[in-house]
């Protein structure tokens, strides 16, 4: 996984500094890029361990949350309303977890 991770941030960094004409532009952004990488790979092995040791139902819903996270945020820190679709969706999601809970992951 930290392969992974070290490939595509160096794949990332390149094309960067391909497209902005320089490391200039890399180096301004990598600070804010190497400050969320930590919670990515933490994200990613969570997943799949979830995957190797759990029922994969359970962890692709859970896994799907991450737009409600972000609708979540938005109204918390940013003090956004949420929008009609947006709430619909939330509402969806919720009740997908408690389906998937009710019938007991299967």
Sequence with gaps: MALNRATSFALLALV??????????????CASRASRAPFDAAATAISALGLTE??????????????VTTVALGAVVLH?????????????????????????GA
């Excluded at 759990?54 to 737009?67: D, H, I, R």
């Excluded at 949420?82 to 007991?104: D, K, N, S």
Aim: net charge positive; no cysteine.
């Design 16 to 29: 960067f500094a391909v497209a902005a004409g320089g490391f200039t532009a890399v180096r301004a952004t």
């Design 54 to 67: 759990g029922l994969a139902s359970t962890v692709s819903v859970v896994g799907s949350m991450y737009p």
């Design 80 to 104: 956004e309303r949420p929008r009609a679709a947006q709430a619909a969706g939330v509402a969806a999601v919720l009740a997908g977890i408690g389906l998937l809970t009710a019938t007991g």
